[in-house]
């Protein structure tokens, strides 16, 4: 026989035992049933970006430890910074982006189905982040017949997105935005006989941030 006991406490257990030739004994005993360890939830954080830049979204991981036997989560809600950001059943919580820099708390509220609930915090600090350190020189070219611009970029964090170019000509002060992408700009006679007055690259990097460098041929 299996008897379920719900509650904590003392329980006396009598059981009455016999066999098929009728004999019987009386089984006594006293079962002690404790309180069952408070329930805890665990929390880590982990930042979408390898140098904590934002903006950047955040990936939660709840962890449910001494649960009872039988007993599951009924609710699971995540707050950041205050604000609800889920609510459901899930463990793995994608946040949304975090757009800015500082520290930002994030708490994890469980409740289990039966009533028992815990909660737990965790923090994740985010920065600005460094642009690109960039500069233009010539690669060839006697800016005659022929000129060529190559960017160079030295980085700290992160990765070039693009590279946009605008030069502007002498003879008449016209800016030229191209939409070209490319690290190194080249320029035939025909242009430089207008004469290029300056180039000027924006460099962006995988979170928005420009850079701009210049050059006087």
């Excluded at 390898?50 to 950047?56: D, G, I, K, T």
């Amino acid at each position: 026989a299996v008897l379920s006991i719900a509650e904590p406490g003392e329980y006396p257990i009598e059981a009455l035992v016999s066999d098929d030739r009728g004999n019987e004994a009386l089984v006594y005993q006293v079962v002690s049933v404790p309180e069952p360890p408070p329930l805890e939830v665990g929390l880590q954080l982990f930042p979408g970006d390898a140098w904590n830049r934002v903006p950047a979204k955040v990936t939660a991981r709840m962890t449910i430890n001494n649960p009872v036997l039988g007993e599951s989560m009924s609710t699971h809600r995540l707050y950041l910074d205050g604000a609800l950001a889920y609510e459901g059943r899930y463990t793995v919580i994608a946040i949304e982006e975090i757009a800015v820099a500082g520290v930002h708390t994030v708490r994890s509220e469980v409740e289990m189905d039966t009533g028992r609930n815990a909660a737990a915090e965790a923090t994740v600090e985010f920065v600005e982040g460094v642009p690109p350190d960039c500069h233009l020189g010539v690669v060839r070219g006697d800016g005659v017949s022929s000129l060529e611009i190559q960017t160079y970029c030295t980085l700290e964090q992160g990765r070039i997105e693009r590279y946009r170019w605008r030069y502007t000509y002498q003879d008449t002060g016209e800016e030229v935005q191209l939409g070209y992408s490319g690290s190194r700009i080249s320029f035939t006679s025909s242009n430089l006989a207008r004469g290029v007055a300056s180039v000027t690259v924006a460099v962006e990097n995988d979170k928005g941030q420009v850079t701009e460098a210049s050059l006087v041929p």
